[in-house]
C-alpha cells in the first residue's frame, strides 16, 4: 500500500523530443505528488509537485498529469534537451508527515 | 539561495565500526528527514525527526540507528555498528513550516568494507 511503481526505468529521447515517465500508488491518502530530478553525485532537487485537487500543473517546460481517479499520475518535458538527462524520481506523501515514498526512478538520456 | 548541507562527503569505515554523518539543515527548517539510496536503487525513507524527537521511522531504522539535534543547527545520524549492507548514500533532508517542499542535501556516501 505504500509503494510508488515508476516506468519505464530507462528512456532516450532525441533532442526536442518529448519525455514521459509514469507513476501509479496505492494509498489514496497521499496528496502531495512531487517530482525530483538527480543528477550523478548530487541529492534529489524538487523539479515539480501537484496535489490532488487539480489534474495539471505545468512549470517551462515541465508538466505533471494527474489522475485521481486511476490513481496514476505523469512527468511531461517538452522539448528535451541534453541538460535534462538525469535520474527522475516520482513520489508521494501525507502532507502532515512529509515522509516522501520515491518510485524506482527513470535513468533518461536526451540525445544531441 | 539557503541549502541543505552534508559532510563528510564520503565516509568509509570497516564493518563493526560507529559512523557519525553529519547535516546542517536550512536554518529556521522545523523538520528533518534522513534517507538513503543503495547505489543504483530508489531512495527510501529512514527516518523524521520533530520538535526534537521522533516523528516516524521505517523498518530499515533499527536499532543500530539513532539521530540527534544535539544544537540549533546540526542534525546528526548515527550507525553504531556498520554492517556491509548500509553501503549507501545518506541523504539528510529538511522542511519549514510554510511549505511542503523537501530540500536535499548532496549526500554523504558511505562504504563499508
Known amino acids: 500500500q505504500q509503494q510508488v511503481k515508476q516506468s519505464p526505468q530507462s528512456l532516450i529521447v532525441q533532442k526536442g523530443g518529448i519525455s514521459i515517465i509514469n507513476c501509479a500508488y496505492e494509498n489514496t491518502a497521499f496528496d502531495y505528488f512531487p517530482w525530483y530530478q538527480q543528477f550523478p553525485g548530487k541529492g534529489p532537487a524538487l523539479l515539480i509537485a501537484?496535489?490532488?485537487?487539480?489534474s495539471e500543473k505545468k512549470e517551462g517546460r515541465f508538466t505533471i498529469s494527474f489522475n485521481k481517479s486511476a490513481k496514476q499520475f505523469s512527468l511531461h518535458i517538452m522539448d528535451s534537451q541534453p541538460g535534462d538527462s538525469a535520474t527522475y524520481f516520482c513520489?508521494?506523501?501525507?502532507?502532515?508527515?512529509?515522509?516522501?515514498?520515491f518510485g524506482q526512478g527513470t535513468t533518461l538520456q536526451v540525445k544531441p | 539561495e539557503p541549502e541543505v548541507t552534508q559532510t563528510p562527503s564520503h565516509q568509509v569505515t570497516q564493518m563493526g565500526q560507529e559512523v557519525i554523518l553529519r547535516c546542517v539543515p536550512i536554518?529556521?527548517?522545523?523538520?528533518f528527514y534522513w534517507y538513503r539510496q543503495i547505489l543504483g536503487q530508489k531512495v527510501e525513507f529512514l527516518v523524521s525527526f520533530y520538535n526534537n524527537e521522533i516523528s516516524e521511522k521505517s523498518e530499515i531504522f533499527d536499532d543500530q540507528f539513532s539521530v540527534e539535534r544535539p544544537d540549533g543547527s546540526n542534525f546528526t545520524l548515527k550507525i553504531r555498528s556498520t554492517k556491509l549492507e548500509d553501503s549507501a548514500m545518506y541523504f539528510c533532508?529538511?522542511?519549514?513550516?510554510?511549505?511542503?517542499?523537501?530540500?536535499f542535501g548532496p549526500g554523504t556516501r558511505l562504504t563499508v568494507l
Open positions: 501537484i496535489r490532488p485537487d487539480v
Open positions: 536554518s529556521n527548517h522545523l523538520y
Open positions: 513520489a508521494a506523501s501525507k502532507f502532515n508527515t512529509g515522509k516522501l515514498i
Open positions: 533532508a529538511s522542511i519549514g513550516a510554510s511549505t511542503d517542499t523537501q530540500y
